[in-house]
């Protein structure tokens, strides 16, 4: 089991994706890439804390690999919105690939590229690539939200 983390917008529609995906054994979504210890939802969204909301990605390398994972992130949210994701708006819904390891992060820097020079979007990919730190938890309500709404991804 290899683990993936992603911000792509409110986690709850990454995680909502990301559990569909063949090869993803586990979603959980919280608080990465930020300076406060154990924030809480109101804090990350006060904006003061730093954190980004998103998904760690438990996935079996024998049934789907990272850069296949990459390809699901890139098809499920605009990278070229800076701190924005449709109506939510601020630096916790920002797009930011953080990696786990040198080949996580040569992979993504690639597919980054790779998605720049396509000619896909007529803006900036604003993506940051960046060492996964802690990552917190979010509170239980926030798991699995839309499925528990009767709501999935579109993958």
Same mark, same amino acid.
């Given at each position: 089991? !290899?683990?993936? =983390?992603? *911000? *792509? /917008?409110?986690?709850? /529609?990454?995680?909502?994706?990301?559990?569909?995906?063949?090869?993803? +054994?586990?979603? =959980?979504?919280?608080? =990465?890439?930020?300076?406060?210890?154990?924030?809480?939802?109101?804090?990350?969204?006060?904006?003061?804390?730093?954190?980004?909301?998103?998904?760690?990605?438990?996935?079996?390398?024998?049934?789907?690999?990272?850069?296949?994972? +990459?390809?699901?992130?890139?098809?499920?949210?605009?990278?070229?919105?800076?701190?924005?994701? $449709?109506?939510?708006?601020?630096?916790?819904?920002?797009?930011?690939?953080?990696?786990?390891? #040198?080949?996580?992060?040569?992979?993504?820097?690639?597919?980054?590229?790779?998605?720049?020079?396509?000619?896909?979007?007529?803006? #900036? !990919?604003?993506?940051?690539?960046?060492?996964? $730190? #802690?990552?917190?938890?979010?509170?239980?309500?926030?798991?699995?939200? +839309?499925?528990?709404?009767?709501?999935? /991804?579109?993958?």
């Amino acid at each position: 089991m !290899v683990k993936a =983390t992603f *911000a *792509a /917008g409110c986690f709850w /529609g990454v995680q909502a994706e990301f559990d569909e995906v063949p090869g993803v +054994l586990e979603t =959980t979504v919280g608080y =990465t890439g930020g300076t406060m210890a154990n924030p809480s939802y109101q804090d990350v969204c006060s904006g003061r804390t730093g954190h980004a909301e998103t998904c760690d990605v438990i996935f079996d390398p024998e049934k789907i690999s990272y850069p296949q994972l +990459l390809d699901v992130f890139w098809s499920i949210h605009d990278p070229t919105t800076r701190d924005r994701q $449709g109506p939510d708006v601020g630096a916790q819904y920002r797009s930011a690939i953080f990696y786990h390891s #040198p080949e996580q992060r040569a992979q993504a820097t690639e597919s980054k590229q790779a998605i720049e020079a396509s000619g896909r979007y007529k803006r #900036p !990919v604003v993506t940051e690539i960046s060492a996964a $730190g #802690p990552f917190y938890r979010a509170e239980e309500y926030h798991q699995k939200y +839309l499925a528990k709404q009767g709501r999935v /991804g579109s993958h």
